[in-house]
């Protein structure tokens, strides 16, 4: 290319015709890179998303409710039973609480089951608390109030009860019950324990533990932290009495008394 062509290519593209069709050019790709995105965002609902609230504790009905008025919908996935919780109630969801999704998604839940599930009673007597333990949470049972009584099979389950009044293996009670021990603590005034630490355990989780040092949970309270139903099951000890040390020895079948929050703060001491 000789030196004219190229002075003269150089005045063209120095002309304000060549830069008016590069400017027309640079929008027309422009406009159609934001009507691509306007119409992605269209198809997609991009931006137009819903919290997922919150139904735990909710009954069917109401959980139905207010997820049609956020525009979304429901499909039970699971039924389970809880003692302590309302038949029919929603006890745990998927995508959870403040999950955010498009208009329209459905929400997976579980609800707790409003036929009473009713289990047999095993028979733990002659077994240790350990034993006894291991087979009541097979079969949907918990470990109640331990009553230590004089005897020489120490910590042997000499009887069990349901509310009061001697229950018999085989017996059929709601899966979920508390069943109460009295447990041989031997024939010498030696019955002691170290209190262990509860602190960042949910209530069951405190319980399960509380019995593994042959202790009864006394007391229970809440702070103002805890609102809603969802909260109390979320709860963990962030308070106990007596606090837990080696050097801090008490008698079998001694009550620890719990306080329950959800303040991240109050866990984090």
Not at 140 to 167: C, E, H, R, T
Request: charged content about 25%; cysteine-free; glycine content about 6%.
């Amino acid at each position: 290319m000789n030196k004219e062509v190229i002075i003269e290519k150089i005045k063209y593209y120095s002309t304000q015709t060549f830069l008016k069709h590069v400017l027309i050019a640079l929008a027309i790709v422009l406009g159609i890179a934001l009507f691509t995105m306007a119409s992605l965002n269209i198809y997609t609902d991009h931006g137009d998303e819903y919290i997922v609230p919150d139904l735990n504790g909710l009954s069917l009905k109401q959980a139905g409710e207010l997820l049609d008025d956020n525009d979304l919908q429901y499909e039970i996935s699971d039924s389970v039973y809880y003692i302590d919780r309302p038949r029919g109630s929603v006890v745990e969801q998927n995508p959870p609480a403040d999950f955010k999704v498009k208009k329209g998604r459905t929400i997976f839940i579980t609800i707790n089951a409003r036929q009473m599930q009713m289990v047999e009673i095993p028979n733990v007597t002659n077994v240790s608390l350990t034993q006894a333990k291991s087979d009541l949470e097979t079969e949907g049972l918990w470990v109640g109030n331990l009553n230590y009584v004089p005897d020489i099979a120490v910590n042997y389950v000499l009887m069990q009860s349901f509310k009061g009044k001697k229950i018999a293996p085989g017996t059929k009670l709601p899966k979920g019950s508390f069943i109460d021990l009295t447990i041989g603590k031997g024939l010498e005034d030696q019955d002691f324990t170290i209190v262990p630490n509860l602190k960042n355990l949910k209530k069951k989780e405190a319980l399960s533990k509380a019995v593994d040092f042959y202790l009864n949970i006394g007391s229970i309270s809440y702070d103002k932290s805890v609102k809603t139903l969802n909260d109390s099951l979320n709860a963990k000890v962030w308070k106990q009495s007596p606090e837990n040390s080696r050097s801090n020895s008490v008698k079998m079948g001694s009550t620890v008394n719990l306080w329950f929050t959800v303040d991240k703060k109050k866990l984090a001491n």
